[in-house]
């Protein structure tokens, strides 16, 4: 889970609460967040419980996502995009359980990676 959290700009829980077609061959889902973990380049009310925020996802099966269930997800932020999960990012159901970890690992510093800017 640390590599994916540090290679993310992105990572919050949160339930899905709609789905639509587009822009092109993808979809825009709308998640109302349970809890934000990094935020980078997000401009997010202190807490943002209950805060709605929209994912843009390339193609519609990746990941797959059904509305009324809640994730944590891991994604990137793209210019004239905003948020993106796409096929590399990191999505899984979200449990209690997981607030803890995605705490301390929101409190490490993770290192650059090649090719990313410090």
């Known amino acids: 889970m640390q590599s994916n959290f540090c290679a993310s700009d992105v990572v919050v829980t949160g339930t899905v ?10 979809l825009t889902v709308t998640v109302s967040l349970i809890g934000a973990y990094k935020t980078e380049g997000l401009d ?3 807490p943002p419980t209950d805060t709605s925020l929209k994912f843009y996802l390339p193609c519609r099966q990746c990941p ?5 269930n809640s994730y944590l997800l891991m994604g990137k932020m ?6 993106v999960l796409s096929q590399e990012s990191f999505v899984v159901l979200y449990r209690s359980n997981q607030d803890p970890i995605l705490n301390n ?3 490490r510093k993770c290192s650059s990676s090649p090719g990313q800017a410090a």
């Open 44 to 46: 997010l009310p202190s």
């Open 78 to 83: 793209e210019e004239n995009l905003g948020p």
């Open 64 to 68: 797959i996502m059904k509305k009324g």
């Open 105 to 107: 690992l929101s409190k």
């Open 17 to 26: 609460k709609s789905m639509v077609r587009g822009p092109g061959e993808g």
